[in-house]
């Protein structure tokens, strides 16, 4: 057969199916993204507690020594929060944040007033001084004083430390304001002294970050049943929930999948619960923070119960829509198709109905992957830097998909076609080896970029179907065919099968290194065929 033979239309039955489930695919996440989910409702639209960083305009970071909230921010920020919250919780007391009680306190709301303690002693006994300064100016408008924030868990003091500050405060503040110490649960039961040295334990639970991370539908019984093992385990000591919440973008951990519906149905879930037990409890958190993506990826971005201009990301009652402008992805499918269909006419060697169709899937295909990465960016880009990088390589991308569309089409038409850039299969494939390796070792914080790969990845499977020359595939190729697959399957396993996206992954790996495995199975054959000719 000619190294540039076309392709018969019983031949090209599995590359049509492909296209079309592509395809539809993309259309139908888009469409099931705008459906408006049916959740119960919550009790009441007023939540007890709520934790408050103002750190949400781009660049503000609690990391930057030189920020500085003005306190006009801050009370317009807490005018707004008094509508729906009785407290708010605060981390530390510098960078304006000091102003917080009083201006509550005009509001009706108290304070869960947090000192901040980190590995810089002098720091900490500046903060120590600030805090013990507001709640002597201030104890009426304070619900608690927490010395330290997770400081354990970082490892930045030692548990005798930290005690030692603890017992200073308790000294120094007013009898009638409880003090507190705020961890993970579970080091709660590592350092059970701690407890002697506190008037309540602050605990966080936070379903999507367990070491074994828990579903959304089975989150709040989870809270649950840890919430009365820290009461059996500390009788006699009140145990408040300091932090709880759901994210609502970002990275899935095995089944815990971040979503807005899922952060909906996890907080009115939770606020039932809480009202049936009555205990003292804090959310996770007023405002969505973009300066933790550096710390946390994408997820770490988006626990607010509103977002960055202060609105709220779902109602408390009725249904909850995953994305509001789905018709988006739709429009953005439609854009891709008529992309196709105008750069496929140009210099073209075919004609027929069969090769502007499956331009036009091809078309909508890659237009529905690439809106879903750029909705994927929108979250995860937190700088210039990272916004260049992603969309040149989502540029380089939709660039293949059109060299790989083009000669689809002509196959599809029935006319002789080469195969374009078969080399840079080899530059897919060591994408995906790469980012699969980083995924199997760093990959708690990592998304899936599903859209970008999805466009090389497609189309070179989509052109394997559709050829039957021989083109023996070189070894760097057959390699990483085999690592980029092998990768894959470990993330699967590593997300204890339970994570869908992890399996979407998978099956990119696959899709990118089958044609390299058929193209090395039709060598060997023509081999095999030429030597028997030669023998014989």
Not at 110 to 130: F, T, Y
Not at 233 to 248: H, L, Q
């Amino acid at each position: 057969m000619s190294p540039t033979s076309s392709t018969t239309l019983r031949d090209a039955w599995p590359a049509w199916l492909l296209l079309v489930l592509a395809a539809g695919a993309g259309l139908a996440w888009w469409w099931c993204a705008g459906r408006p989910v049916a959740l119960p409702d919550a009790p009441s639209a007023r939540i007890a507690c709520v934790s408050y960083a103002p750190y949400r305009l781009p660049g503000e970071t609690p990391y930057d020594p030189r920020a500085f909230i003005p306190p006009a921010r801050i009370e317009a920020d807490l005018r707004v929060l008094s509508q729906r919250f009785d407290c708010v919780r605060t981390y530390s007391q510098g960078q304006g944040l000091s102003a917080v009680p009083a201006i509550a306190q005009r509001y009706g709301m108290q304070v869960l007033m947090g000192i901040w303690l980190g590995r810089d002693p002098v720091a900490n006994a500046h903060e120590m001084a600030l805090g013990i300064a507001n709640a002597r100016a201030h104890p009426q408008a304070l619900r608690g004083v927490i010395v330290g924030n997770e400081v354990l868990l970082r490892a930045e003091l030692s548990p005798a430390a930290l005690a030692d500050d603890i017992r200073r405060v308790r000294a120094a503040v007013p009898a009638q304001v409880p003090v507190s110490y705020a961890d993970v649960w579970e080091n709660w039961l590592r350092y059970p002294r701690m407890a002697g040295v506190v008037d309540y334990l602050t605990i966080h639970i936070l379903p999507y970050w367990e070491d074994d991370p828990v579903a959304p539908e089975h989150a709040v019984r989870h809270v649950a049943e840890v919430y009365a093992s820290m009461q059996r385990a500390f009788p006699g000591k009140r145990v408040m929930i300091g932090e709880t919440g759901w994210p609502s973008e970002g990275r899935p951990r095995r089944a815990a999948v971040p979503s807005v519906v899922n952060e909906a149905r996890y907080l009115r879930e939770f606020l039932a619960y809480a009202a049936t037990v009555k205990m003292p409890y804090n959310v996770i958190e007023a405002f969505d923070q973009p300066w933790k993506r550096v710390q946390e990826g994408t997820v770490g971005g988006y626990w607010g119960i509103f977002d960055v201009q202060a609105r709220p990301k779902f109602p408390m009652r009725g249904p909850v829509v995953e994305v509001a402008r789905w018709w988006l992805g739709w429009l953005a499918s439609a854009a891709g198709a008529l992309l196709f269909l105008v750069v496929g006419a140009v210099r073209r060697n075919w004609r027929g109905a069969r090769g502007w169709a499956a331009l036009a899937l091809a078309g909508s295909a890659a237009g529905a992957a690439l809106a879903w990465q750029v909705r994927q960016m929108l979250y995860a880009c937190a700088n210039g830097w990272e916004w260049l990088v992603a969309i040149a390589a989502c540029v380089l991308a939709l660039f293949v998909a059109l060299r790989l569309a083009r000669a689809a089409a002509a196959r599809f038409a029935g006319a002789v076609a080469p195969a374009p850039w078969l080399g840079w299969r080899l530059a897919t494939l060591f994408a995906l080896a790469l980012y699969g390796l980083l995924e199997v070792f760093d990959g708690r914080y990592r998304d899936f970029p599903l859209g970008l790969f999805a466009l090389p990845c497609v189309g070179y499977a989509l052109l394997a179907l559709l050829r039957r020359e021989a083109s023996a595939p070189s070894l760097e190729q057959r390699f990483l065919a085999v690592v980029a697959p092998l990768l894959g399957a470990v993330i699967v396993a590593q997300e204890l099968c339970q994570n869908v996206v992890a399996w979407l992954w998978l099956a990119l790996c696959l899709g990118a290194a089958a044609p390299v495995w058929i193209d090395g199975r039709r060598a060997r054959r023509l081999a095999a065929q030429q030597h028997q000719a030669t023998d014989q």
